[in-house]
């Protein structure tokens, strides 16, 4: 069961790995087109300044997923380390428990709201006019992917018993 939560795991980081790529590739490129849109006088800058920001705001948030997804975040563990056996797994257990609670309630769930309300009240952008709950989905996805890795991250530490991470 633990080998297929990883290789779904897996899978779901790869496909959030190229969505970032597309989204990062698509910030350069709208940031540059300002730029030289700006120096050659074109106009048209306030859809891209706006559109660089949401992209910069998704790129933000799944990308700390993605970075949280391969421990390539910024982790306090001195604490946990100076522990040995059952008292390291607790600590390890329970810096999982709370970074899923984080990313479960706050951005799964309060992220929800914002969007649902943001459509309810029919909420649009300035100078594109896109829905801004479309622009807010970045929270309950990104806690969707947070909270799903922390969760198999508790299954390995409980489970597979291996050396924690």
């Given at each position: 069961?633990?080998?297929?939560?990883?290789?779904?795991?897996?899978?779901?980081?790869?496909?959030?790995?190229?969505?970032?790529?597309?989204?990062?590739?698509?910030?350069?490129?709208?940031?540059v087109?300002?730029?030289?849109?700006?120096?050659?006088?074109?106009?048209?800058?306030?859809?891209?300044?706006?559109?660089?920001q949401?992209l910069?705001?998704?790129?933000?948030?799944?990308?700390?997923?993605?970075?949280?997804?391969?421990?390539?975040?910024?982790g306090?563990?001195?604490?946990?380390?100076?522990?040995?056996?059952?008292?390291?797994?607790?600590?390890?257990?329970?810096?999982?428990?709370?970074?899923?609670?984080?990313?479960?309630?706050?951005?799964?769930?309060?992220?929800?709201?914002?969007?649902?309300?943001?459509?309810?009240?029919?909420?649009?952008s300035?100078?594109?006019?896109?829905?801004?709950?479309y622009?807010?989905?970045?929270?309950?996805?990104?806690?969707l992917?947070?909270?799903?890795?922390?969760?198999?991250s508790?299954?390995?530490?409980?489970?597979?018993?291996?050396?924690?991470?």
């Amino acid at each position: 069961m633990l080998n297929k939560l990883k290789k779904v795991k897996k899978q779901m980081m790869r496909l959030l790995e190229c969505l970032l790529i597309c989204m990062m590739a698509s910030l350069v490129f709208v940031v540059v087109y300002q730029i030289l849109a700006r120096a050659l006088n074109l106009g048209g800058t306030a859809i891209c300044s706006e559109l660089a920001q949401f992209l910069l705001v998704w790129v933000t948030l799944l990308g700390g997923s993605l970075a949280f997804a391969n421990n390539a975040h910024l982790g306090i563990d001195y604490f946990a380390n100076k522990l040995k056996g059952k008292a390291s797994i607790g600590i390890a257990v329970f810096a999982q428990l709370c970074i899923a609670f984080f990313g479960a309630y706050l951005l799964l769930y309060g992220g929800g709201k914002l969007v649902a309300l943001t459509f309810r009240f029919e909420q649009i952008s300035s100078a594109m006019g896109v829905a801004m709950g479309y622009i807010y989905l970045a929270l309950p996805i990104s806690g969707l992917f947070i909270s799903l890795v922390a969760f198999e991250s508790i299954a390995e530490i409980i489970f597979d018993k291996e050396e924690l991470k």
